[in-house]
């Protein structure tokens, strides 16, 4: 979908897009390293969606100054419901990336301490 299909949706419609190609769900845990896998590239997408969405909000803030310079009320403020919906996004996408980059920090130092913990009773 081109940006000028996207910014030409009803602000409802757009939110609904959004929220289908963005979606923000995050592991429910991360046990192995089959999920430390999959959490890293979680990252990398969010990371990726991230810098895509900043474009969109770039031009939704665009967009809406035109439109409230051309006294277009109704594209106005159809425009302000989609730069709300998209910062939205935004926000809910960085939430999700810093969730899962503590989820792996926090996975990453039990496993290092518990590698110490065995390597005192080994020796």
């Known amino acids: 979908m081109t940006y000028t299909e ?8 757009f939110l ?4 289908k ?7 429910d845990c991360i046990d192995t390293v089959s999920d430390m896998t ?3 590239g979680q990252l990398l997408m969010f ?3 991230y810098a895509y969405i900043s474009e969109l909000s770039s031009l939704a803030r665009i967009l809406t100054r035109k ?18 919906a998209i910062e939205n996004k935004m926000s809910a996408i960085k939430q999700c990336y810093q969730g ?5 920090t926090v996975r990453s ?8 913990l065995s390597s005192r009773y080994v020796a």
């Open 6 to 13: 996207l910014f030409s949706l009803e602000p409802l419609a």
């Open 16 to 19: 609904t897009w959004l929220d």
């Open 21 to 27: 190609t963005f979606p923000t769900k995050v592991p």
């Open 38 to 40: 999959k959490a890293a």
């Open 47 to 49: 990371t990726n969606e």
């Open 67 to 84: 439109a409230k310079r051309e006294g277009r009320k109704t594209d106005y403020e159809d425009m302000v419901d989609k730069r709300d």
């Open 100 to 104: 899962v980059s503590r989820s792996i």
């Open 109 to 116: 130092e039990n496993n290092e301490e518990l590698r110490m």
